[in-house]
């Protein structure tokens, strides 16, 4: 039986390390250990081994399906090292990696974070609004009645429900000051939509940033204060910025902004970038009509809309607007 032992033994070690693969490691494990294996068979003789014998025998055993497994499980190691160093044979695993292009920010994004960051030092905190509008917040509470040319079918987007995709950032203004009592100092960027031709300066899908200052006393030099400081910090200090009357039914009096746009190859020419002006009493009343309080009675105040797309042409020199909606990478990897 002892010599039974010791033949099955080194047999099997023999097998283990003769083993060329996984698949011949485990067939020769089924061969020694499997339920007819060579080493089960001569476990199962035991019982014919004589009662004084069984300790040393059992000890033999043991002894041999140590050996086995040790040797086994030393062979699955080698072989494998022996697959994964076939596996990168012939590459230089030392070689520096392949970078893949990184991505980067939009120019709209860069500047609305630029400009975010300027008007929050400022002192000017963060609102939002619904893109899809009622008419109320974007034009009743604003003061434009309903014959208004912005309120005609041709040049808003309407759903059938009677609600609509708003034409300015403008409504975060009587959305703030339905909820808040004064003072209200906000600004809101998001984007704003128009049923306009889309040409060198206008589409029909844009973004905006939103200011209301409200308080009591704030008066137009605070107004031209703020946005100049603003657009100087954007552009630089030597930036030529001009105020030009205009009408917007929410504000009186009211101003458009135009900053000097410098192209490379192209004349200097003076491109509208914001409208704003003083709050016009009549959106206060309409919020406290609203609201049920009279909380807006005695303040004045200022707003403003900045459109994104045309910070971004001024910063960058960008002579057409359509190139920031085209989506070419020669284009957009200019600003990373
Ligand atoms: N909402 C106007 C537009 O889209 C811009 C504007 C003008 C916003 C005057 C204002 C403002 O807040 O006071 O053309």
Redesign the pocket.
Known sequence: MKEQIARVQAAALEQIAAAGCMKELENARIAILGKKGTLTQVQQSMKDVPKEDKPAVGALLNAAREAISAAMEARTLELQKQADAAAVAGVDITLPGGSLPAGGLHPISIVREEAVRILRRMGFTLADGPEIEDEWHCFDALNTPSDHPARNEKDTFYFDSGKLLRT?T?TV?ARVMEKQAPPVRIICPGS?FRRDAIDATHLSAFN?I?GLYVDHAVGVGDLKGTLEYFLKALFGNDTAVRFRPHF?P??EP?FEIDVLLQATGQEPRWIEIA???MVNPAVFENIDRETGKSLYANCTGF???IGLERLAMIRWGIRDIRLLIENDVRFLAQFQ
């Open positions: 300015q403008s203004q704003a905006q939103e917007f929410f504000t009211s409208g704003c002006g707003a403003f809309g």
